[in-house]
């Protein structure tokens, strides 16, 4: 479960582009506060965002310093004003990415809205991630919203909730845990202690609920930062040039205040990855999601602090993907199904729809043939040496079924899921390789040492 690489790059790119002249978000008159439904996938805060009255959907995203919207798909008419081009190098391979600058816009989240908004779109499809979250992501928000407004996340109930500054900082919590962060380029990073190899270390982390992982540690930037034997290689998440490699491990302990958490999740990005990374001098690696999550997460920018209060997530173990495979949403393909059926009663010539609550007697039906838009999902990534690969399974394979249950008729999320169930339970797929359909076992291993 994670938030992908080159998204780190590419808000890099932007971090250093001026908001500062751009309109504050602001609250209807009389309002305090106001809550937005979001949607929690692979951890993230996905809320509706309206862009020039355009419905789109947007992760909530602490580590990105501009607004950023990504290829949105035809069927939307995406009206941008004031539009200019601007290149963005030094992302993968030094080839310059074009993206196109945009003023003076208009953005509605729930009932809060600001004008004179900034927006950078970039048009290439393949840097779009929504397909490895299997649901459609248009754009990411961070600093332009969270400079203006408290912000509390509740990834137990799916809701954001939006406070007038003063009326936020009233608000009282005392089970919660008080951590000051330092700002810089609009992005906050805390200072906290961790074990790691046995050694007790400070480290700079930066603070990003768009990471779905737990935590990521950079090795280059701190002297007591580097992989343990209890690792695995793995697929980190997708970069500008395909997959990102690193290690997989554990800590012994991250304190968040006087909060301690367990044998926590670690990624180390392999160092060709850090060349790529803005900012990793300054910092030591991320904070994500993985850990956020098991908070209500209350962050105040003006006074520069985060709280902290245990939810219902807390005591979840850290897990893993224990299959090695990496499964995205391809798209949809029409396939027809016998979905309405119309029953005419014996007693009766009216006709129901045999879905409804009454209770038919004998009678004549009709039966009308529907196309269906059915979800796609294939393999994207394969870890070397894992259960998947040692299936014989190959990355394009579109998964058919699993354990008996047709795909179709599940979200990414919970296909995910199965990956990481405990070690030695099997996983029955039943997959379509290029018209040849076959079936296979998989027997979910464990690969670190200690609990889950």
Request: with cysteine; glycine share 8%.
């Amino acid at each position: 479960m994670r938030i992908f690489y080159f998204l780190s790059v590419l808000v890099g790119l932007l971090s250093s582009f001026d908001v500062s002249g751009q309109g504050r978000f602001l609250l209807p008159e009389g309002k305090k506060s106001i809550k937005i439904k979001a949607k929690v996938v692979n951890n993230l805060m996905i809320i509706p965002v309206q862009v020039n009255g355009l419905e789109l959907s947007f992760l909530l995203d602490t580590g990105v310093r501009s607004t950023i919207l990504f290829g949105v798909d035809a069927d939307y008419q995406l009206e941008l004003n004031n539009k200019s081009t601007v290149w963005l190098r030094g992302a993968g391979d030094g080839k310059p990415s074009k993206a196109i600058k945009s003023t003076h816009n208009i953005i509605n989240i729930g009932s809060a809205a600001a004008i004179n908004q900034t927006v950078y779109y970039i048009p290439d499809s393949s840097q779009n991630f929504s397909p490895r979250l299997g649901f459609p992501v248009h754009g990411i928000i961070g600093y332009s919203l969270l400079k203006d407004l408290g912000v509390e996340m509740r990834y137990d109930k799916a809701l954001v909730k939006l406070y007038l500054p003063e009326v936020f900082k009233e608000k009282k919590c005392r089970s919660c845990v008080t951590i000051p962060f330092e700002l810089k380029e609009g992005k906050p990073y805390v200072d906290l202690n961790l074990v790691d190899n046995n050694q007790e270390l400070r480290a700079k982390l930066l603070l990003d609920s768009g990471s779905g992982d737990a935590l990521w540690l950079f090795e280059e930037t701190h002297d007591g930062i580097e992989v343990s034997k209890n690792s695995f290689k793995d697929h980190l998440g997708l970069g500008l040039n395909g997959e990102v490699l690193g290690s997989r491990s554990r800590i012994k302990e991250l304190k968040l205040g006087d909060i301690a958490l367990n044998h926590v999740n670690v990624a180390y990005p392999d160092s060709s990855s850090l060349a790529y990374l803005n900012g990793v001098s300054y910092r030591n690696g991320s904070l994500g999601s993985e850990v956020l999550r098991r908070f209500t997460v209350y962050l105040d920018y003006e006074s520069k602090t985060l709280k902290l209060k245990k939810n219902t997530y807390f005591d979840n173990p850290f897990r893993y993907n224990r299959s090695g495979l990496v499964v995205e949403h391809t798209g949809f393909e029409l396939v027809a199904g016998l979905d309405y059926r119309i029953q005419k009663t014996s007693t009766t010539n009216d006709y129901s729809l045999s879905s409804g609550k009454t209770v038919f007697l004998a009678t004549n039906t009709i039966e009308f043939p529907q196309l269906q838009l059915k979800p796609n999902y294939e393999i994207a990534a394969i870890r070397e040496n894992s259960p998947g690969a040692e299936a014989g399974l190959n990355v394009g394979d579109r998964i058919i079924k699993l354990n008996g249950r047709d795909v179709t008729k599940l979200d990414l999320n919970d296909i995910t899921k199965y990956f990481y169930r405990d070690e030695g339970e099997i996983l029955r797929l039943k997959v379509d390789r290029k018209g040849y359909v076959f079936t296979c076992k998989l027997k979910l291993r464990k690969l670190l040492e200690g609990p889950h």
